[in-house]
């Protein structure tokens, strides 16, 4: 692929992800994202035959980066910090990549049509694995009893509700302007940190 290529490309997927975390998958169009990618439908066609093709790039790198900070969870450190981490990266990722957060959301919400061998391949995989591990350590008298799983929910609920429902916060809050993450950080720590006290 050429430099232009790539910029091209590029500039696809970014206004695609614009389009997409707006509207959804079923309320956007080809034309909408080559608008917003500032190219002709045809040009952006050349590089994407079809609007499902720019989705599933979209999702496909978006999942990636969704994983790591699971992955990251070391089961040789200490507990709650290692779970705390986990909730700050996830958190860090809702303030960082909120159009991905929805992107992520919608997909969800329609039944995951594009991704469902993922969620019950690698990702359940994974949730397993760190479940195990979640176990082992309330086990061991380190942190409460807890249901792993749900433990993973609450926290993917938790962190990713502040850029799913971004508007919905700062109406609430009363100040759009109003930045809720440090505070939500705060909280969040507060909470997990009762939750896994032995």
Known sequence: ???????????????ALDVFSIYGFRGSTVDQIAQA?????????????????IYTALLNGLLENWLNPLYDMDAN?????????????????????????????????????????????????????????VRLWAEQGKIARIDPYHLFFSI????????????QVKAVIGDTAHDPFPQAREHLDHMFTSMLKP
């Open 156 to 167: 993917w609920a938790l962190t990713q509700h502040y850029a799913d429902f971004d508007t």
């Open 37 to 53: 990618a500032g190219m002709s439908k045809p040009n952006l066609l050349y590089y994407f035959p079809t609007k499902d093709a």
């Open 1 to 15: 692929m050429t430099r232009i290529q790539k910029k091209n490309t590029t500039t696809i997927l970014e206004a």
């Open 77 to 133: 450190g200490d507990p709650r910090t290692e779970i705390l981490s986990y909730v700050h990266r996830k958190l860090d990722m809702a303030q960082s990549f909120p159009r991905e957060s929805r992107l992520f959301a919608n997909e969800i919400i329609q039944g995951a049509p594009r991704i469902l061998d993922l969620l019950t391949g690698e990702l359940k995989t994974l949730v397993d694995d760190k479940a195990t591990i």
